[in-house]
């Protein structure tokens, strides 16, 4: 059963959410992340996306004491990202109680440093960013379009063992339009042993039935949970069938 993972994007402490990654098109939804992350723990779920958008766009993470708060106040598994850049910045995520790091940026500029850090913490440590306009790899906080196909991307790390990948389909983050069910069934048929995690697009429980029945290991949402789209007694009731189908 695909699993929820509410997404926490954070600019100066705060909860926020952006459409299609553009910094002029914000919206501030709550003052405490930790009241949120509480929130979403108590409908059952238990992971959290941080996504530190001051460091995407600066390149250096500036919300790692939130990622400490957030781990101690609602001891949730917490995925952290964003301007993840070098040694110190892995070591000081996982020091701040980051159970994995995702990475975007670094796997596509300089491969063999995300090579050493998948060598050194372990490939189940990092979730692959795969973040995807057009089909091609965008990097850099989405502010650089590459020639690289997603696909042919997410093989050359899957070749290491990295096996955790969410996508994010750009055109349709924060937009509320639906996910590209097309793009993971195509990414699923090949790499099958990958854990998929879909982003962008998602608007109901509806959507996110769609994106287990391709696959999909996870699924990240955001603006649904935040505006209601997706009540917490939906995720809640969504989890609970989930627990009650286990053998």
């Known amino acids: 059963m695909i699993e929820i993972i509410p997404a926490l994007d954070i600019i100066d402490g705060k909860c926020v959410r952006l459409s299609q990654g553009d910094f002029s098109l914000k919206t501030e939804y709550r003052d405490d992340p930790v009241d949120a992350a509480n929130l979403f723990r108590d409908a059952g779920l238990t ?12 390149g250096k993470p ?6 400490e708060r957030v781990v ?7 995925d952290f ?19 994995m790091v ?24 990092f979730l692959l960013g795969a973040d995807s306009r057009g089909g091609r790899v965008a ?13 042919e991307f997410a093989k050359r790390y899957a070749t290491i063992g990295v096996l955790d990948i969410f996508i994010t389909d750009i055109g349709r983050d924060g937009m509320l339009n639906g996910p590209n069910i097309e793009l993971y069934r195509q990414m699923k048929a090949e790499l099958d042993q990958a854990r998929l995690i879909a982003s962008g697009g998602v608007s109901s429980i ?8 391709v696959g999909c290991a996870g699924v990240i949402v955001g603006k649904a949970l935040y505006e209601g789209r997706i009540a917490l007694r939906e995720v809640s009731d969504y989890v609970g069938k989930a627990n009650n189908s286990l053998p």
């Open 47 to 58: 992971r959290l996306h941080l996504v530190d958008l001051d460091g995407a766009r600066d």
């Open 62 to 67: 500036k919300n790692l004491e939130t990622l």
């Open 72 to 78: 101690k106040g609602s001891g949730m598994i917490i």
């Open 81 to 99: 990202g964003g301007g993840v850049r070098s040694d110190e910045d892995v070591a000081d995520a996982f020091s701040a109680g980051a159970g």
């Open 102 to 125: 995702s990475v975007t940026s670094v796997a596509v500029n300089e491969p063999g440093r995300f090579e050493a850090w998948v060598e050194h913490f372990g490939p189940n440590k």
């Open 139 to 151: 990097a850099n906080g989405w502010k650089t379009d590459t020639a690289l196909p997603v696909t």
């Open 206 to 213: 509806a959507d996110i039935e769609a994106l287990d029945a």
